[in-house]
């Protein structure tokens, strides 16, 4: 059992630029593909960063602040304004994921770094790929028999050793319902977390049956 791969939810189809790409041209690639960043790559394919809108944007009001207040940031800002290509106004270096990773994995670093998107590559660092924060979301429209059938095949019966009759799984809408008994050993809190790292699944509640004369 593991969760899918961001090579299985990432977008291949992505527009790349080289770094002398002049600036006009990057403007019209962002409006002409209906897209908010671009990631800018070397000869060999590998991600040197990325120009976004707000990278343009800078070209109407940086260069206004004369400097500004003198910090590592104003100074990137002012040259941001001055920059005529894509090497000058990428950000750089680039998030990147590797096409390995789980989708766990880039949501995680998606959080921490506070971008909505990662570019993804393969083991070389050349890229194939972009996954975005929409794409990690389809794991939690995944169907809830297919849900099911995880929990039953992979959870219960070959992670736990448990025969699929010993627990009753009900999924609906990712809600994950288990009622019966463990046999094996195993914990209910550790089914649980078994369950919960099951792609698509949004939450898990466990009914245990009432012993015999109960």
């Given at each position: 059992m593991s969760h899918q791969k961001v090579r299985d939810v990432m977008s291949d189809a992505v527009v790349r630029i080289p770094p002398g790409m002049p600036f006009k041209e990057i403007a019209y690639l962002l409006?002409?593909?209906?897209?908010?960043?671009?990631?800018?790559?070397?000869?060999?394919?590998?991600?040197?960063?990325?120009?976004?809108?707000?990278?343009?944007?800078h070209k109407m009001w940086g260069w206004s602040q004369d400097g500004g207040d003198g910090t590592p940031e104003a100074e990137r800002r002012l040259a941001k304004a001055w920059a005529t290509d894509a090497g000058g106004l990428m950000t750089s270096p680039p998030v990147c994921a590797f096409e390995d990773w789980d989708v766990v994995q880039a949501a995680r670093v998606m959080a921490e770094r506070g971008i909505k998107r990662l570019l993804v590559v393969d083991g070389e660092g050349r890229l194939i790929g972009v996954v975005s924060r929409g794409d990690l979301l389809r794991v939690f429209v995944r169907k809830d028999q297919a849900i099911r059938t995880e929990i039953v095949e992979e959870v219960l019966v070959r992670k736990l050793g448990e025969a699929p009759s010993a627990v009753h799984v009900d999924v609906s809408h990712g809600h994950v319902v288990l009622t019966g008994r463990l046999s094996t050993g195993a914990t209910v809190r550790e089914l649980e977390k078994l369950c919960r790292d099951v792609d698509g699944v949004v939450d898990v509640e466990f009914r245990p049956l009432p012993e015999a004369g109960d």
């Open positions: 409006l002409e593909y209906d897209i908010t960043a671009v990631p800018v790559v070397d000869a060999d394919d590998r991600p040197l960063g990325v120009v976004s809108e707000a990278d343009l944007l």
